[in-house]
């Protein structure tokens, strides 16, 4: 991307996404080509991505471009949440005043639970007999 405003990497679950802010837009979001809305399908994915833009009060300053990796679609919605607040901070040093204590910037760390020997999944057992 040539003249960008910001830059942001953003993570969730498994999800990875790349977030470029385009200064001067209109507030639209594009994930992976295709408008947020379309792409993550779910009204409350679509508002969860527009939170950062809507605490900064920025929507209609920046076109964000996302390229996302890896996950579900929730998980994707917060990774392009985390990448946009990132790339917020980095346009203006002064949002990380308003988007740190509101939770933007922090990394969410739950993942899934790795599978432990002898059960089913991470912590179903298996099926109990007495017969």
């Not at 471009?65 to 994707?76: D, E, H, P, R, Y």
Request: proline share 5%; charged share 25%; glycine share 12%.
């Amino acid at each position: 991307m040539a003249n960008y405003a910001g830059y942001g990497t953003g993570r969730r679950k498994s999800a990875v996404a790349k977030v470029w802010l385009i200064p001067g837009g209109s507030g639209q979001i594009t994930i992976n080509n295709e408008p947020a809305r379309d792409y993550l399908k779910r009204d409350r994915l679509a508002v969860v991505v527009q939170e950062p833009f809507r605490a900064t009060d920025t929507a209609d300053q920046y076109d964000a471009k996302c390229v996302v990796l890896g996950g579900g679609l929730s998980g994707q919605a917060g990774a392009v949440r985390h990448g946009i607040a990132k790339a917020l901070v980095e346009a203006n040093p002064d949002y990380r005043g308003i988007l740190g204590p509101a939770g933007l910037l922090t990394r969410d760390p739950r993942v899934k639970e790795r599978k432990h020997a002898g059960f089913r999944k991470a912590r179903r057992g298996k099926q109990f007999s007495k017969r």
